[in-house]
């Protein structure tokens, strides 16, 4: 018996070893820091990061700081040891619960006493009352579960009437009289057989949310390597421009110099001429005041005449030269720097953003209360009937459509909804319906819209089926873009800052032709249809 006291109360000393000063429950994938101090992998992972931007990092144990996130390092011994622990004490180990009597050192539990409420070790299980009120369970805590708190006894019984374990005195002398109960085994086994074929429904479920899961993951991956390729094509971009606007700039730099050294060779040429020019001057003064001061007129008079002494270069083309050197040529500064308008030509081509092209409005399709404008695009409510000539291709409702149809490609359109307090814009197939309330865009298979009403409220709408967007979105004009390859329709409210309104993505089996829908106001195509190369 003392041997099995001491072997017990060691067993509860190193299993106080082996337990996380983080987490109190024993080491899961130990780790020991540079301090010598162990702990949990998750658990000093977490530690740690909660220490992130602190300034330093400290052992939860004895404050030990570096300067570095420590690397956590496996001690494979202490692992080996919990490993050893755990499979000699599986049972006691996975439950946590201690002998209520062993108080002088903790020792696991092997049973729990439901009339007791105690949790007993091998030992005090030995000696415990073996009478058959003393009912022995696997160890618990929550041993007052399972006792009916009115009578304080054990639950024998199930009652399916009002779905509540009871007693023996529930049964005869409580308020589960007369009603029909269950043993809790069979109960038990009853509600086991239905959560089985629940099971498989639940199994199902999971797998198709898994795979739904994973196609939401592709999906990413696939965005995440567009917006990769995206980006890298726009830095190479904005990196080609600035390697053409610094050669720019070295062009107009070098050739501001070449002017600037060749204006400043010829002034210096022209200075040195007339510092010469200035020396033959002095000369000849010199000349000139030696014969007015002689007395001897012979020698005056056989001089040559006054006119020869100054036969010099007019010094007015002299200054001409002056000024004519001193110009800067700006005609090869101005067409170096006309590159930079085919730089501008090369950032739309480097995006394959193509002009703006008209996007027309098609008369023919305008309702009877729609009035087109010259250009063709704008489109107004009108009281007045328009009487226009019947047509099949005319709708009923005031709407209209435009001429020109898109079936492959990417393209984006702008209208301006300002002017108009009900609205509806979008796209639609040409076979959509004319007649009928099944006609209005958006009320069919056959078209998407955005719509706008009073006070900024606005949904966007598809087979009659309507989703609203947030009641704080302006929408005084909105943007379309279609990518028809990708089958996706989108619109954009182009309020500051943009706002993404909604996309939508299906098969597109027709040409996409836009669409407007009048109910007050106007509404405006604002600059044509723009298309765009899809970037590498």
């Not at 947030?470 to 005084?476: G, L, M």
Request: hydrophobic share 30%; net charge negative; with cysteine.
């Amino acid at each position: 018996m003392v041997t099995e006291d001491l072997s017990a109360m060691a067993s509860a000393d190193l299993r106080q070893e082996l337990d996380c000063s983080i987490c109190l429950s024993i080491y899961t994938d130990p780790i020991t820091l540079r301090c010598g101090h162990n702990f949990c992998r998750v658990c000093i992972d977490r530690m740690l990061d909660t220490q992130e931007g602190a300034g330093a990092f400290t052992c939860p144990d004895c404050r030990a700081e570096c300067q570095e996130r420590p690397a956590l390092q496996r001690n494979i011994t202490l692992c080996n040891i919990v490993e050893s622990f755990l499979s000699t004490r599986p049972d006691q180990e996975e439950t946590g619960i201690l002998c209520t009597y062993c108080v002088d050192s903790p020792v696991p539990a092997a049973k729990s006493c439901l009339m007791c409420e105690d949790s007993l070790c091998d030992k005090h299980l030995r000696v415990h009352s073996k009478s058959p009120e003393h009912v022995l369970c696997d160890p618990t805590t929550a041993l007052g579960n399972k006792k009916c708190s009115i009578h304080k006894e054990i639950y024998k019984y199930y009652c399916p009437e009002d779905a509540a374990c009871i007693c023996v005195s529930c049964r005869l002398d409580g308020e589960h009289r007369g009603h029909l109960v269950e043993m809790l085994d069979e109960a038990s086994e009853k509600k086991k057989e239905k959560l089985r074929n629940v099971l498989p429904k639940l199994t199902t479920k999971k797998v198709e949310a898994e795979k739904r899961v994973q196609s939401l993951q592709e999906c990413r991956r696939e965005d995440q390597g567009k917006a990769a390729g995206v980006i890298e094509t726009v830095t190479a971009l904005f990196r080609d421009i600035r390697r053409q606007l610094e050669d720019l700039e070295k062009r107009v730099l070098s050739e501001i110099s070449r002017q600037e050294q060749r204006v400043s060779l010829s002034v210096s040429d022209l200075i040195q001429q007339l510092e010469i020019k200035k020396e033959e001057l002095s000369g000849k003064m010199r000349h000139i005041e030696e014969l007015c001061n002689m007395s001897d007129p012979v020698t005056v008079l056989q001089e040559p005449d006054t006119g020869d002494l100054c036969d010099t270069e007019d010094t007015e083309s002299h200054d001409n030269q002056v000024h004519g050197a001193g110009d800067l040529d700006v005609g090869p500064i101005s067409e170096t720097l006309h590159t930079l308008s085919d730089i501008i030509t090369g950032i739309n081509t480097g995006i394959y953003v193509q002009e703006a092209t008209a996007l027309l409005l098609d008369v023919t399709t305008a309702g009877d209360t729609i009035q087109i404008s010259g250009d063709r695009n704008t489109a107004s409510r009108s009281q007045i009937n328009q009487n226009h000539p019947v047509t099949p291709e005319r709708f009923e409702w005031h709407q209209v459509i435009s001429s020109r149809g898109f079936s492959s490609g990417r393209h984006y359109w702008e209208v301006d909804v300002s002017k108009s307090v009900m609205w509806k814009v979008g796209m639609c197939y040409p076979s959509i319906d004319r007649r009928g309330l099944e006609s209005v865009i958006g009320c069919n298979n056959k078209s998407w819209c955005v719509c706008g009403w009073n006070n900024n409220q606005s949904s966007v709408t598809h087979d009659s089926t309507e989703i609203q967007l947030p009641d704080n979105i302006p929408c005084d004009r909105v943007r379309v873009y279609l990518d028809y390859e990708a089958g996706q329709l989108s619109f954009y409210s182009l309020c500051d800052p943009i706002r993404h309104l909604h996309t939508y993505t299906d098969a597109l089996t027709e040409p996409l032709h836009a669409a407007l829908w009048v109910g007050a106001g106007y509404i405006t195509i604002c600059g044509g249809v723009r298309s765009w190369e899809k970037l590498p």
